[in-house]
């Protein structure tokens, strides 16, 4: 038949068994030409090569220098030109991220919550874009990490789940505006102790809280996010404070109260709306305790330095109108007995007759 290319096999002739197609796909990765992984290096070397014989003959050598893994090369050219794109590639980031950010800061509309929101999300923005504009840049056949996707998959699965949840936690945070720089919230060091600090800087992964000694706390935003969190500055920056006061029993409670109001009201930190309360507290064992009640606005400029000075302009009113502040006291009763009266009547004797002896 006209056309027909194929042999009949000739009588006594065995006929040749078929490939199967593992055969068949290894004799064509056989037959395939040998690609390299970055198809800007070839690019960039036939352009040198054009313009400058000498540059083309160190750059032959350059690429001479190679490994060869089946029909994937790499030689020494494609990383010195890989190395190079990264390396521009992150500078360029670098210097648009930054350029990003101080035009966001310079839209007076925005607070700073919103301002360090738009700032993380454009960072992310221009690191995303800038790892494909590198990918393009290089000519990498992406086909060619496939090999390492698996690997790559299960890496971010679990080596960097906990990173990429504290991202999205620290934008919810700002997004919602529960957390943001500028708050006052209470922390606990590794002992349970509670002390309070001031929001610094919001991370990718962590929130900076400082305290008032200037030991500063890296606290996941992810434990934010899920944790009960006690800010003092969430709606109102407005935080009541109590310094408790004992007065003697035998004072004038009429007075030792306005005394208390005057030391609160006197004092500069201390809110005038609204203003100070004074609140008997209970009947101790050796005082009648008190608690002043007193606003404060500014929080992160400490609590225990107002209650300081509460309590020394209370100390000098006090002194000034005869109030006395109270101190342990004990009264001791003793039972009288038989014993217990020779005893004090020996005493009484010898002092009796210490004069005589005396003038002996």
């Not at 208390?260 to 609140?279: F, G, I, N, S």
């Not at 020394?312 to 002194?319: H, I, M, Q, T, V």
């Not at 005869?322 to 020996?346: G, M, T, W, Y």
């Amino acid at each position: 038949m006209q056309g027909e290319t194929a042999t009949q096999p000739t009588a006594g002739e065995t006929p040749a068994p078929e490939a199967t197609p593992v055969e068949q796909a290894w004799s064509l990765a056989q037959d395939a030409p040998e690609e390299t992984s970055v198809a800007a290096a070839q690019g960039i070397r036939d352009a040198v090569s054009s313009k400058s014989e000498t540059a083309g003959t160190v750059l032959d050598t350059l690429d001479a220098l190679a490994l060869s893994f089946g029909n994937f090369r790499v030689s020494l050219f494609d990383v010195l030109i890989v190395a190079a794109v990264i390396l521009g590639v992150l500078a360029l980031a670098w210097f648009t991220s930054k350029l990003a950010k101080r035009g966001v800061r310079r839209l007076t509309r925005l607070d700073q919550t919103q301002q360090l929101l738009v700032e993380k999300i454009v960072t992310i923005v221009v690191w995303a874009a800038a790892f494909f504009l590198g990918i393009d840049l290089l000519g990498i056949d992406l086909t060619a990490l496939a090999v390492f996707s698996g690997a790559f998959g299960l890496a971010i699965g679990f080596g960097l789940q906990k990173t990429f949840g504290n991202l999205i936690a620290g934008i919810i945070l700002l997004m919602d505006k529960s957390i943001k720089p500028g708050d006052v919230i209470a922390v606990a060091d590794m002992a349970g102790n509670e002390t309070f600090g001031q929001i610094r800087k919001i991370g990718v992964r962590a929130v900076s809280v400082t305290t008032r000694d200037q030991r500063e706390y890296l606290i996941p935003n992810e434990n934010l996010m899920i944790n009960q969190v006690e800010n003092w500055s969430y709606s109102s920056k407005n935080v009541r404070m109590q310094v408790p006061v004992g007065v003697s029993y035998e004072s004038d409670m009429d007075l030792a109260e306005k005394l208390m109001l005057q030391a609160a009201m006197e004092c500069d930190r201390v809110l005038k709306t609204p203003p100070p309360t004074v609140w008997m507290d209970a009947y101790g064992d050796n005082s009648v305790n008190f608690t002043i009640h007193c606003w404060i606005d500014d929080p992160e400029e400490g609590v225990g330095n107002v209650r300081s000075a509460v309590l020394k302009k209370l100390w000098w009113l006090f002194k000034e109108h005869d109030v006395e502040i109270p101190f342990p006291q004990r009264d001791i009763h003793l039972r009288s007995s038989d014993q217990l009266e020779r005893i004090f009547a020996r005493m009484a004797e010898g002092g009796a007759a210490s004069p005589k002896a005396t003038k002996e």
